[in-house]
């Protein structure tokens, strides 16, 4: 299981998905549910629904979203550089010397790279000291561009997604660091899930419907979901830092976040289910945090509601996880559809 759990992570991550363009990921994701043997549906806003079968009518519903972070062209230099608009919430300032890809409306497909407006040492006086947004930034084509006129006729235009290579890495020590594990280790998690629900023929006591959202990373991911759904988890990355006591080896169990608070009986039921089943997990606050399932409570959707996940380090600049956090929460998970 190890072994299927951290090649399709390293798949998955290899596919651009940056915040409304998820569609070459919706279709690696749908196969992959089909080949387990499980009914697919896609809602209008390209949403994945992958339908387990339970023992009872009920349904609950679990989460995960393959949109980016990213970036898109906001206008085409005179001298043939992009300057760029960020989609989600990155980090800026990490951006700065990055590879990326330009994906114009004709799918054709530009390489380039990120950086500062002062390049370099040898020419800027505040190569070093400069602000590093936006607004100071740009992406140098690689392509024989030298002036906007050059860069049109390639077919790039203004609202083309700029997509940042996530650098995966997976050691021989049990580590996965590249950018975008939020959240596509939490997807690697689900699909974990189901392969073992198959191959263990594991009988859910409720329905389960998990959700593979697309516009998590702008806030509306999982604003609407079916009507039958009572109870909602999403999963999604822990944080990990000040105050906090989550780390990169356990399952975070996330009490509050900018959102307010979770469902009191479903984080009660997921702290007695983590003891119980000796996981390596935490409870944290995260103010600053929201999640499908916020999302899904703000669309007035009538669930309870819940969020867990890998503990991931250094999120949404360069994120890091260990395995064992990934295994941790399948863990539960697993305990959670059983009981």
Request: charged share 25%.
């Amino acid at each position: 299981m190890k072994d299927y759990i951290l090649d399709f992570a390293k798949r998955l991550l290899q596919i651009d998905s940056p915040t409304g363009y998820c569609k070459q990921a919706i279709h690696f994701l749908e196969e992959e549910a089909k080949s387990l043997g499980y009914e697919t549906t896609k809602n209008e806003k390209g949403n994945l629904l992958i339908h387990v079968p339970g023992s009872s009518e009920r349904t609950i519903g679990l989460s995960g979203h393959v949109d980016t972070l990213g970036l898109m062209v906001r206008s085409i230099k005179d001298d043939g550089t992009l300057s760029f608009v960020n989609v989600g919430s990155p980090i800026v300032p990490t951006l700065d010397g990055e590879y990326c890809r330009i994906i114009t409306r004709n799918h054709t497909m530009y390489t380039g790279t990120i950086l500062s407006n002062h390049t370099s040492m040898h020419v800027h006086e505040k190569a070093s000291s400069a602000e590093r947004n936006c607004a100071n930034m740009h992406v140098r084509i690689d392509a024989v561009v030298k002036n906007k006129k050059d860069v049109e006729e390639l077919g790039i235009c203004n609202g083309d997604y700029i997509a940042i290579d996530p650098k995966t890495s997976i050691t021989d020590t049990g580590f996965i660091k590249s950018r975008f594990l939020d959240d596509k280790v939490s997807v690697a998690c689900l699909f974990g899930v189901l392969k073992i629900i198959k191959e263990q023929q594991i009988k859910p006591k409720d329905n389960v419907t998990v959700i593979i959202s697309t516009y998590e990373e702008v806030g509306h991911g999982s604003s609407h979901i079916p009507s039958n759904i009572k109870e909602f988890i999403s999963v999604d990355m822990g944080c990990i830092g000040e105050d906090l006591t989550c780390t990169e080896y356990d399952v975070s169990i996330c009490a509050k976040d900018s959102s307010g608070p979770y469902d009191y009986d479903m984080i009660s039921k997921l702290l007695s289910l983590s003891k119980a089943e000796e996981l390596g997990y935490a409870v944290d606050i995260y103010p600053f945090y929201g999640s499908d399932t916020s999302a899904a409570l703000r669309g007035g959707n009538d669930i309870k509601g819940a969020l867990i996940g890998p503990g991931v380090h250094a999120s949404h600049g360069m994120e890091r996880t260990h395995y064992q956090a990934l295994e941790n929460t399948i863990k539960l998970i697993i305990a959670y559809i059983k009981c």
